[in-house]
């Protein structure tokens, strides 16, 4: 509950969708931005079963408006073609005016949904009843009905991999204790993990030159002195 408010994005604002077609199930589609603040705000849906390519296609257009769509990832599966002859569910939303690209089915996109849960990244406007129903029920371990969260997945997981700023967040470091031994798996920034580094390195550079192992280079001396 603490992840469905209204939100107002900070600009500048970058538009997607995120996507999940189906032929014996709904067809999904998630509107979600990008702000300033790095916040991730899913502020419109669409699920209908039973129609084709081109009415999911119009309404998705119609939804869209004048909004500036940077990109709409799909479920990777729609990149086959469905016959011989036929042309893939991709090329048919291309051909329909949704120019889509294959997402990723990794587990990992499961690990990454929860931890931008986790860092309150995600603001989900209470307009979107179907996906927050379905968030309710997967937390409760039922598997039915998943349609918007898979393409909030497939969604979540290209932001995540296509933003260095917002990936750097979730970055794991080794921190070695006295004992050389795990000491720590943490959280940390770019700047933090460069000076940790940093750190480490000269820190094992004095020990050695210490038990005069190595000569330290001249362009070093001045940091470990």
């Known amino acids: ?27 999904a589609c998630l509107w979600a931005c990008l702000d300033k603040k790095d916040t991730i705000c899913i502020f419109d849906e669409y699920e209908v079963a039973g129609k084709n390519i081109l009415f999911h296609s119009e309404q998705i257009k119609k939804v869209t408006g004048n909004k500036n769509i940077e990109w709409t990832v799909i479920d990777p599966a729609d990149k086959a073609k469905r016959g ?34 986790e860092k309150n990244l995600i603001v989900i406007s209470p307009k979107c009843k179907n996906l ?38 979730f970055r794991k470091v080794f921190i070695p204790n006295d004992g050389n031994k795990n000491k720590a798996m943490v959280n940390l920034n770019r700047e933090e993990r460069i000076k940790l580094f940093n750190k480490n390195f000269i820190d094992k550079l004095k020990e050695k030159q210490e038990n005069k192992k190595i000569d330290i280079p001249y362009w070093l001396r001045q940091e470990v002195a």
């Open 1 to 27: 509950e603490r992840h469905v408010a209204e939100y107002t994005p900070v600009e500048p604002i970058r538009y997607f969708r995120f996507m999940d077609w189906g032929r014996d199930h709904p067809t």
């Open 84 to 117: 011989a002859n036929e042309r893939s569910v991709i090329q048919e939303f291309i051909a329909n005016g949704i120019f889509c690209i294959p997402g990723s089915r990794s587990d990992r996109g499961i690990d990454i949904l929860k931890l931008f849960f």
């Open 132 to 169: 927050i129903a379905e968030l309710e029920t997967l937390e409760h371990g039922d598997k039915i009905g998943d349609d918007l969260t898979d393409a909030l997945r497939y969604g979540i997981l290209r932001i995540h991999d296509t933003n260095p700023k917002i990936a750097g967040q």
